[in-house]
């Protein structure tokens, strides 16, 4: 069942249910807590005592008196007389004999209707006996205590009246329901809106957007539905983004192991088969082979970081290390590099050393990934910088460059997974600097890059102050 449907049904049945129990109520209450006669119970009494007399085959004076006795036995607030024409008294269960003059009978109607309610006031109710054998008024009278406390009347002559006057309560009977529809239909509207949305929503097309400027929770509901919806776009464009570049990872893997070992295959079989070779042509092809050898191990490398990012499996070893030392070690390494390239390399770190609570082997791999990068794409300018510093509130370790630099719209994107800033470049799988970013992490730390395109390039490494590093002279 629909969910407006619903809702009508509760409005309507909490309605009838609600009428219901106001009229339940109100007869216990009126039968427990309002006892007496009413009007109609009164003249129910007389028309049943006259319809006795009527239909008896025989009716004399012994009969009227005891239909009367049996009667205000059963209501002993009662005061019943058989009266004539001439006010003579048939019989009195008050045992009066004496005639009532016009004077005295009208007296006791004065005060009708208004003494069905009113309190000190007598009731007293007339019915005619409709044999012609026995030609008698019946009166019956009561206090005006003996009435119910509480009484309600409505009094028409003519139906089609009594319905005119009824619109009244008919719009007070309608006039909520109205309200309802005002309040339910819009309600309705807007549900049904965001549910076709829902079943419209395609991974592969554009959302639909609900305009809706309502502060309710509807309204809250809609923005919440637009911004999901835009989230879900958005990690869709970065899975295919993501995909694309897994398949191009494919294709260069495939390349960039099918050259080395292509290298190494030939070089391997030139040494097999070479009935003759000097020295110094042995160590040249190993060298070559070597070189080769390390380049596919760095891949294979690579493709284990790949897994590992996806598994959020680099675990932390963290323990007290000397950073100053591990840059150190770090910048000695590269050092033949830069002189067989005729770089000026720079290093920057204090005599005293900084000791820090890292994994060594993680950190250690972050700088080299930073210093790799800066000699793949920054040599343009032949400058190298390598350099840390520490204060109370973090330590920095930064690599510096002067090549072509890093555009603003190149900046936010250089940490993704698989993006090279040259894509006509197939050396590297675009893995460095997003391990970088996830060691980074791993220690509550981040690194940033600073690049002024043609000046300089700084790749910066921050490490929090607790967990963490303190100098020590």
């Known amino acids: 069942m629909k969910l407006h449907l619903k809702l009508w049904f509760y409005f309507v049945g909490s309605a009838i249910f609600s009428l219901f129990l106001f009229i339940a109520l109100t007869l216990f209450i009126g039968a427990k807590f309002n006892d007496g006669y009413i009007h109609g119970s009164l003249n129910a009494i007389g ?124 719009v007070y009977l309608v006039t909520p329901y109205l309200f309802a529809a005002l309040f339910f239909f819009p309600l309705n509207r807007r549900l049904r809106k965001l549910n076709r949305a829902l079943q419209q929503m395609d991974l592969h097309g554009e959302p639909v957007k609900l305009a809706d400027g309502k502060k309710d929770e509807i309204g809250q509901l809609n923005r919440h539905y637009n911004s999901m ?56 092809y190993i060298k070559i082979i070597l070189q080769r050898s390390r380049y596919m191990d760095r891949l294979l490398d690579q493709l284990l970081d790949i897994s590992r990012l996806e598994t959020k499996s680099l675990e932390l070893r963290l323990d007290e290390h000397n950073l100053s030392e591990l840059v150190r070690r770090a910048a000695a390494d590269y050092t033949l590099i830069v002189d067989e390239r005729k770089v000026d390399f720079v290093v920057d770190i204090p005599e005293r050393d900084v000791y820090a609570e890292i994994d060594s082997s993680l950190v250690e791999r972050a700088v080299r990934n930073m210093i790799d990068n800066a000699l793949r794409h920054g040599m343009d300018g032949q400058y190298l910088e390598i350099g840390m510093s520490s204060d109370p509130l ?80």
């Open 229 to 284: 919806a835009q989230r879900i776009q958005t990690q869709i464009a970065q899975l295919r983004d993501i995909e694309q570049k897994r398949n191009e990872l494919l294709s260069n893997l495939s390349h960039d192991l099918r050259t080395p070992l292509t290298t190494i295959l030939g070089y391997t079989e030139t040494i097999r088969t070479a009935e003759a070779m000097t020295r110094e042509e042995l160590q040249s």
């Open 47 to 170: 028309k049943s005592i006259v319809a006795k007399v009527a239909g008896a085959d025989k009716f004399d004076r012994a009969d009227a008196i005891r239909l009367l006795e049996e009667t205000v036995r059963e209501h002993e607030a009662l005061h019943l007389e058989w009266v004539g024409m001439d006010g003579q008294v048939f019989y009195s269960t008050q045992g009066r004999t004496k005639p009532y003059s016009l004077e005295e009978l009208t007296d006791r109607f004065l005060g009708m209707p208004d003494s069905l309610w009113t309190n000190g006031e007598a009731v007293t109710l007339s019915y005619k006996s409709e044999r012609a054998d026995f030609p008698y008024y019946l009166l019956i009278g009561t206090p005006s205590e003996s009435m119910k406390p509480s009484q309600f009347y409505i009094y028409y002559r003519d139906i089609s009246k009594f319905l005119t006057l009824g619109t009244p309560l008919l």
């Open 394 to 473: 973090h330590t920095v370790v930064w690599v510096k460059d002067k090549g072509k630099g890093i555009t603003v719209g190149e900046q936010d994107r250089v940490f993704e997974r698989f993006y090279r800033l040259d894509q006509a470049r197939k050396d590297g799988l675009g893995l460095g600097l997003s391990i970088v970013r996830e060691i980074a992490e791993g220690h509550r730390g981040r690194v940033r890059v600073e690049s002024e395109p043609g000046v300089e390039t700084a790749f910066y490494l921050e490490l929090p102050p607790t967990g963490q590093a303190r100098m020590i002279s």
